[in-house]
């Protein structure tokens, strides 16, 4: 769904020009779209590893199909297992393992199975959130980069449109078209960093934030669960990150 915010936010741009009598057709332009978006890219490329270039990319399908987190049902497969591990022991947890819905969870459960303590438990967990989250991070701080470079190459690019606007000094019939196409590329460089890359950048933080808070609540339950607290007190631990009561 937050696709729809790009395409609406560029569709509200064409709309306004429709209504001020400009044809939309005058905002397609190759040359300003390659000095915008490619030179912006190779921007980042000096700032980012190729690596962390492919990885921040990848993160785009975000804007089509955001990953969920169910607190609800996450604390209900926690509360589960606790009552399984007080019944039959940490060993039967190793059938659970296909129950998690997530590779941290699955992560976490195989390590109480394979008898890590609870400290190290703890440790190893929150380490895993910590990388995770700084990946994250620098994906966003990709996108927030190609937002800051992007209206720059914009104006590099209106600059060169109207040299070359300049030389067609003699023929006057050209110079007004040339003069629109110079500033293309600076409407090119606004929308990219204002409607797609910054607003890109923002929801991969959001999206962060949420993913942390719903590893955290699972870390602070197998936690619980690695040192034998009864289903109550791990029940009152993650309904802080729930707002379940812990009935």
């Known amino acids: ?40 890219m190779s921007a980042c490329v000096v700032q980012f590893s190729i ?16 990953p969920r987190f169910n607190m609800y049902s996450q604390s209900e497969l926690l509360s589960s297992m ?9 060993l039967a947890l190793e059938n659970s393992v296909g129950s998690a819905n997530d590779d941290f969870t699955r992560s976490g459960i195989q390590m109480i199975v394979d008898g890590v303590d609870k400290d190290s438990l703890a440790t190893l967990l929150d380490n895993a959130i910590q990388v995770e989250q700084q990946r994250l991070e620098t994906n966003a701080k990709f ?40 500033f293309v590329a600076t409407i090119y460089g606004l929308v990219f960093a204002n409607i797609v890359c910054i607003p890109t950048a923002n ?22 669960i690695c040192g034998s607290e009864n289903t109550i007190m791990l029940k009152r631990r993650i309904a802080v990150f729930t707002g379940i009561r812990a009935d």
């Open 82 to 90: 606790s009552a399984i591990a007080r019944q039959q022991g940490l």
């Open 51 to 66: 690596k962390e270039l492919l990885s921040a990319l990848s993160h785009l399908t975000w804007l089509i199909s955001p």
């Open 203 to 224: 929801r991969i933080r959001t999206l962060n934030a949420k993913l942390a808070l719903y590893k955290y609540m699972t870390a602070e339950g197998l936690v619980s």
């Open 143 to 182: 996108f927030e980069s190609m937002g800051g470079y992007s209206p720059t190459m914009g104006i590099i690019g209106a600059v060169l449109g109207l040299i070359h606007a300049m030389s067609l000094l003699d023929r006057p019939d050209l110079l007004g078209s040339s003069i629109a196409v110079a």
């Open 1 to 40: 769904m937050n696709l729809i915010g790009v395409f609406t936010g560029v569709g509200c741009i064409i709309f306004a020009m429709i209504l001020e009598g400009t044809h939309p057709g005058a905002l397609i332009n190759f040359p300003a779209f390659l000095v915008v978006v490619g030179a912006s």
